[in-house]
């Protein structure tokens, strides 16, 4: 088989194990394109291997095709790829609804499956799906799990298994470029998601009647006469007084609904599975606070929290009406690039260049920022690990040096001696005092702000293939501009504007949650310091108070000329 070499568009940092980095204008070679998901695997220079999104390269030196599955036309740059008219035309198929009918059919074919989905501890749905050609990644197209699967001995090539969409997905990119030659206007009143113009550019229309969601009540539930066992955690919107059950395959369903719809949007990835321990306490009590986070957040979002399929979520309390609702989202048509149909914009043009300038600079923060809250966890990580080990046995060092001093001093039986050999095995008794309260200081302020670093680097993972998507349809529009007729343009560069204008709506809305959450971690992280150190201040001054007492009775007996015993 002839080697298949692709250069790298963009740079990409690893997000985990499986992945391969890569900068840009690097050359690797694509050694599989049937990954599925979007991913490909390819070996670098050095010899490293990995998974690879396939959006993020352009193939340089191709051979006979190891996937049925053509390259979306537009992502690459116009001086490096010229389409053609025949080109455009692929995509008219799959706007007009060709998509949809697979889906309907995938979903007729699976309408009496809804009631078996997996457990937590299954990696894969019980989807009827006739596709089974190769390895499919789960929830959210991670690689690890990809690898994972690979390295399994063998298959069961007839096993059903849920096609993930995730941002990387040929189907998004392909009806993206069809939204914008070949889109066909809908009627208003599903155009749910506003834009206006806020104080810094477009901005997201705010939620008419803002709500929360609580999540309680962890409970771990059976089924078929307790051979299958999971968690079920209780729901209760602000706006209902009606409290919803939800596993958490529900979250897992609704954040995949969410990626699919919102493609464009910042959906946060879940906590991962876990198989051991997933009944303990402290691992329950942790996946609720995840959720929790995770729920909150997409109640912020005016786009997501007034979606339908998140409602479902929150108020579906009926079994039949579950199964209803969830096959209705499952055949939504307005998902990945259909979309932006969706979008009101406001009347006023957007200045061409200062949004492309506040994209590439929100493109900078990015990268700047996830190097930053990376190493930032690298540190609370080891911060947290010295204070449960070397910190706390550092100052139990100093504890038992104090005390084997003290000790020493018992072999003088002199009245004004006795105090102070009480006063330094006292000492010793702080310090180790001192170390339990090291040891049992992280959860009270890095611990909180670790939880909101994790979410953010999730969130930070969201984006780069968003404004990807915007650059790529901007090169597409130039590439095929002197193509289209006259009457066409203006058309196409409105729906362009649909497309930067979400964009930077989605960039101002992220940055808003970040002042905002950043100032709640530092306030949290700063206010659990501050206590810690009271605390330790305050075990100081009980025995300097215990010092100044022995400096008194000296003085009393340097001036009375007597023995007088203070009390200790």
């Known amino acids: 088989m002839a080697v298949i070499l692709a250069k790298a568009l963009f740079d990409f940092a690893s997000g985990g194990q499986g992945e391969l980095g890569f900068h840009e204008n690097e050359v690797l070679t694509i050694t599989r394109q049937d990954i599925g998901g979007g991913w490909w695997e ?56 060709d998509d949809h009918k697979v889906s309907a059919v995938r979903d007729d074919a699976c309408d009496e499956c809804d009631g078996e989905w997996d457990d937590d501890d299954d990696n894969s749905w019980n989807v009827c799906n006739n596709d089974t050609s190769g390895p499919i990644p789960d929830t959210n197209g991670n690689p690890r799990n990809i690898l ?11 096993s059903n298994v849920r096609i993930t969409l995730n941002r990387f997905s040929q189907f998004h990119r392909t009806s993206v470029n069809c939204f914008l030659f070949e889109a066909t206007e809908v009627h208003d009143s599903d155009k749910n998601a506003v834009i206006v113009h806020g104080n810094n ?43 919803v059950s939800r596993r958490y395959k529900h979250f897992d369903w609704l ?14 990835p879940l906590p991962e599975k876990q198989i051991a321990g997933r009944f303990e306490d402290d691992f329950v009590s942790q996946r609720l606070q995840h959720l929790q986070r995770w729920v909150d957040r997409m109640c912020r979002h005016p786009v997501v929290a007034q979606s339908d399929v998140f409602h479902h979520f929150l108020t579906c309390a009926d079994d039949k009406r579950w199964k209803v609702g969830k096959r209705d989202a499952e055949k939504d048509a307005y998902i990945g690039g259909k979309f932006f149909l969706t979008i009101q914009i406001p009347v006023q043009p957007l200045d061409e260049k200062e949004s492309e300038a506040k994209i590439d600079n929100f493109g900078k923060l990015l990268r700047s920022m996830d190097d930053g809250v990376k190493s930032l966890i690298d540190v609370c990580e080891s911060s947290t690990r ?17 005390t084997t001093l003290g000790k020493s001093f018992l072999s003088d039986d002199r009245r004004d001696a ?31 702000l670790l939880e909101g670093l994790y979410e953010y680097r999730g969130l930070l993972s969201t984006f780069p293939e968003t404004l990807l998507l915007q ?58 310091q501050i206590s810690f150190y009271k605390q330790v201040t305050s075990v100081h001054l009980v025995f300097n108070t215990k010092l100044d007492a022995f400096n008194y009775y000296n003085q009393s007996i340097n001036f009375y000329g007597a023995t007088i015993i203070m009390p200790i």
């Open 418 to 448: 006795e105090f102070l050999t009480r006063a330094v095995e006292q000492t010793g008794q702080a310090y180790d005092e001192i170390g339990n309260l090291f040891e049992k200081q992280p959860p009270n302020d890095i611990a909180f």
């Open 255 to 268: 954040q995949q609904r969410l990626s699919e719809k919102y493609s464009v949007l910042a959906v946060p």
């Open 471 to 528: 650059k790529s349809a901007l090169a597409k529009v130039q590439e095929c501009a002197n193509r289209l007729p006259e009457s066409e343009q203006q058309q196409v560069l409105c729906r362009t504007e649909v497309i930067t204008s979400t964009v930077l709506a989605e960039i101002d809305h992220f940055n808003q949650n970040r002042v905002t959450d950043f100032r709640d971690y530092m306030q949290k992280f700063i206010q659990g």
């Open 42 to 97: 390819a070996v670098n220079s050095f010899g490293e291997d990995g998974l690879v999104p396939e959006s993020y390269l352009e193939v340089i030196q191709d051979a006979a095709p190891l996937s049925s599955v053509k390259p979306t036309p537009g992502l690459v740059p116009s001086q490096q790829q010229q389409a053609t008219a025949s080109e455009l035309s692929i995509c008219v198929p799959a706007f007009s609804g």
């Open 386 to 402: 010295k204070h449960e080990g070397p910190f706390k046995k550092e100052f139990q060092k100093l504890g038992n040096a104090f």
């Open 201 to 243: 550019g477009p901005a997201w229309k705010g939620i008419d009647c803002p709500f929360s969601c609580v999540i309680t009540s962890p409970k771990k539930e059976t089924k078929f006469r307790g051979m299958k066992s999971f968690i079920a955690y209780q729901l209760m919107p602000s706006f209902s007084n009606t409290a």
């Open 148 to 158: 994972r699967r690979r390295r399994e001995k063998s298959h069961n090539q007839s």
